[in-house]
């Protein structure tokens, strides 16, 4: 499977998809950053009047709602509509689920566009399925990641999605497989935006493949893979941030074959 992996990021290079981003006020240059340094082509509109011309341009749209409002969660739910009708890749991180009653409320609207993948941590992916009342701590997770799977596999049943849980293992699900990624570095919890940046790979990767779910264990090991290597060089969070970025455009084919830690059940 590793060449398979291996091979979604060079098809991303070649291919350079272009992919729209409705995300948060925090994250945009990080975001359009990260995928600058993978070879995708990055788009930030938000702007009611143009958000279905932008989905029809690109070939896939990330959808995240950190810094959540009134108009831009119209915007969000009109690109969402167009995705949705026109067959076109999407991806939903839903910063926050569970925090209060309006984000539920528009994430409640936006999975009826049955996004191609969710990707969020434990804690969120609990509080969209409605599992339990596990309490969502803003961004950061107050739930394992395991403890998410059978909420995972409701939101499977329900949209028909591939969901991604993050964590200190990353766990990929769809309605037949299990996907477990054991990459990453403590470290990278302490860069802001850095889960915003795996669903805007995610939503890459995802572009230019039909197996959604092998593309997201691809993008999800690469980004897992280059904070280990960048937190080697890195003296704390803000220089790990930059050394992400060089190593997601500079990372080699041995350095991602010795250090992938992925495994199926």
Same mark, same amino acid.
């Given at each position: ?53 932008m989905v ?51 994430l409640e ?51 028909? #999605?591939?969901?991604? @849980?993050? *964590? &200190?293992?990353?766990? %990929?699900?769809? +309605? $037949?497989?299990?996907?477990? /990624?054991?990459?990453?570095?403590p470290l ?8 915003? #940046?795996?669903?805007? @790979?995610? *939503? &890459?990767?995802?572009? %230019?493949?039909? +197996? $959604?779910?092998?593309?997201? /264990? ?25 050394? %992400? ?21």
């Amino acid at each position: 499977m590793e060449n398979n992996l291996w091979n979604y990021i060079q098809s991303v290079k070649k291919q350079s998809p272009l992919i729209h981003n409705m995300t948060n006020f925090v994250v945009m240059n990080n975001t359009a950053n990260a995928l600058l340094a993978i070879g995708a082509s990055p788009i930030m509109a938000h702007a009611k009047s143009e958000v279905k011309d932008m989905v029809a341009i690109s070939n896939a749209l990330v959808i995240n709602i950190g810094t959540l409002d009134e108009y831009w969660s119209e915007s969000m739910l009109i690109a969402a509509e167009e995705a949705h009708h026109s067959k076109k890749t999407w991806v939903l991180d839903p910063v926050g689920a569970g925090a209060t009653a309006f984000r539920d409320e528009i994430l409640e609207q936006l999975l009826e566009f049955k996004p191609t993948v969710i990707r969020g941590n434990a804690s969120e992916i609990i509080a969209l399925a409605k599992a339990n009342k596990t309490i969502t701590k803003g961004v950061d997770s107050t739930a394992e990641s395991n403890e998410a799977i059978t909420a995972a596999k409701y939101l499977i049943q329900q949209y028909e #999605s591939v969901v991604c @849980i993050s *964590g &200190a293992t990353d766990i %990929i699900i769809d +309605n $037949k497989d299990t996907y477990f /990624v054991e990459n990453g570095h403590p470290l990278m919890t302490k860069v802001t935006g850095l889960g915003c #940046s795996a669903s805007a @790979i995610v *939503g &890459a990767f995802a572009a %230019i493949s039909e +197996n $959604k779910t092998e593309s997201t /264990v691809a993008a999800m090991s690469l980004l897992g893979i280059v904070g280990e290597l960048a937190e080697k060089i890195s003296q704390g969070p803000g220089s790990l941030q930059v050394n %992400i970025l060089d190593k997601l455009y500079n990372i080699s084919e041995q350095e991602f074959f010795d250090n992938v830690k992925v495994s199926k059940k």
